[in-house]
């Protein structure tokens, strides 16, 4: 059970929008920024959100990140099947003491 | 081009060590974090702790300290990762990632490495 929770799956058809959420608390999102990892299968992450809507170069404008309390989200616009993966939220968690992850969604592009 | 470039399979008998390599290039390797996270086959990212590759210091997840070891060589830019005491629960593909001093912002990942615990 993750201290951040994730919708385990999301879907939607090509061109349009989805939003993933990540619900935390105090301790974690509600003090500390958030970043969002892509992952394919059998791959390592790729970071594609930082400091909650910050984008690493290279990572295309339809992604961006919110936060708001003590949750924030990943919105992807113009959906193309490459984005089909699995999205992690990650932060520091202050009385864990810990770096801490969503249990992560997988995305599918119908 | 900034690279991490872990070690190989590894597979191991339960209460045996395993220890993991990551190799940096193309950047400066005492200006950065290495952080370690794990994930099981089919589960999420779990983090285990970091190493400061410029001091040494480290910080270890409470779900493995007393059992994960980070170690540094800096005149070989690489990293290393050792657990202990194994167990079937410790099958994962293992990863290191680079990490800027002061944030957690992953920006550069090694390719994994899966150590596999089976009698």
């Known amino acids: 059970q993750s201290v951040l929770t994730q919708p385990p799956s999301a879907s939607e058809t090509p061109g349009q929008r989805v939003t993933i959420s990540c619900s935390g608390s105090?301790?974690?999102?509600?003090?500390?920024?958030v970043n969002w990892y892509q992952q394919f299968p059998g791959t390592a992450p790729k970071l594609v959100i930082y400091?909650?809507?910050q984008r690493p170069s290279g990572v295309p404008d339809r992604f961006s990140g919110s936060k708001s309390g003590t949750s924030a989200s990943l919105a992807i616009t113009g959906l193309q099947s490459e984005d089909e993966a699995d999205y992690y939220c990650?932060?520091?968690?202050?009385?864990?003491?810990?770096?801490?992850f969503g249990g992560g969604t997988k995305l599918t592009v119908l | 081009q900034v690279q991490l470039v872990q070690s190989g399979t590894e597979v191991k008998k339960p209460g045996a060590s395993v220890q993991v390599s990551c190799k940096a290039s193309?950047?400066?390797?005492?200006?950065?974090?290495i952080h370690w996270v794990r994930q099981a086959p089919g589960q999420g990212l779990e983090w285990m702790g970091w190493?400061?590759?410029?001091?040494?210091?480290?910080k270890y997840s409470q779900k493995f300290q007393g059992r994960v070891t980070f170690a540094r060589d800096t005149s070989a830019s690489t990293a290393y990762m050792e657990l202990s005491s194994l167990r079937s629960e410790d099958t994962a593909v293992y990863y290191c990632?680079?990490?800027?001093?002061?944030?957690?912002?992953?920006?550069?990942w090694g390719q994994g490495t899966l150590v596999t615990v089976s009698s």
């Open positions: 400091s909650n809507n």
């Open positions: 990632a680079r990490n800027i001093m002061g944030t957690i912002k992953f920006d550069y």
């Open positions: 990650a932060t520091w968690d202050a009385s864990l003491n810990a770096v801490i």
């Open positions: 193309g950047y400066t390797f005492t200006n950065y974090d």
């Open positions: 105090s301790s974690n999102i509600g003090s500390n920024t």
């Open positions: 190493i400061n590759a410029g001091n040494g210091n480290t």
